[in-house]
């Protein structure tokens, strides 16, 4: 149970002090009974709101897929740099999401958000193995030797030895090439220093899966939306 206007509150209508003035005029019920306390203890879940004449759906967490654009911060705050939450619509801020895992600055595609702890641990920790999958763009040609030194595991510049992953060449030539790449990790710069340890350098990386999830193709970079019931489920899965 929970007190009414910390619910209503955590959905971004007001300030406890503003959501007491709302109940005052009569403007909100709680199971078609008009409210006089806005301390009433309720269960959000369960009952049914109704503010202003609109009924009022509670959740507890939001779940969102976003096509990340360049030269925005996968964090929830910087003082210098646009990030990921403030591209969201203020009905989704009040949430408070937290990115799953980071993309760099200049990297685009798929980021999940959400505001649900237990799942983003579960979605970045190496422990679960959950399959990250990334397209990229290299400055060289990509060849069969880089492929076994991939799914040997590469060792970074600081000497860390990353985990087998999967680099798959859609087409290569001497003036670079293009590649998939199945990681599950997600160390500082992976990608990138992976490819630095083979002489290579990453020109354009975007993520296109997370897990089994696709980025969604309707997505402009810069846009997102709420994932489904089935998309949720699938995350949870892991």
Known sequence: MERLDKVLSNLGYGTRK????????????????????????????????????????????IYLMMNKPDGVVSATYDNRDETVIDLLEIDHQVFEPFPVGRLDKDTVGLLLLTNDGELNHRLISPKWKVDKVYYAKIDKKVVESDVEKFKNGITLDDGYTCKEA?????????????????????????????????????????????????????????????????????????
């Open 18 to 61: 503003e959501i007491k003035q709302v109940v005052k005029k009569g403007l909100v019920k709680v199971n078609d009974i008009l409210v006089k306390d806005n301390g009433l203890q309720i269960d959000p879940e369960k009952d049914k709101i109704v503010i202003n004449g609109e009924e009022i759906f509670y959740r507890k967490f």
């Open 166 to 238: 999967k680099l798959e060449i859609i087409s290569a030539s001497d003036k670079g090439s293009e590649v998939s790449i199945t990681i599950q990790e997600g160390k500082y710069h992976q990608v990138k220093r992976m490819f630095e340890a083979v002489g290579k350098s990453v020109v354009y990386l975007k993520r296109t899966e997370f897990g089994t999830l696709p980025l969604d193709n309707d997505l402009e970079e810069g846009e997102y939306r709420e994932l489904t019931d089935e998309e949720v489920a699938i995350l949870k899965s892991f």
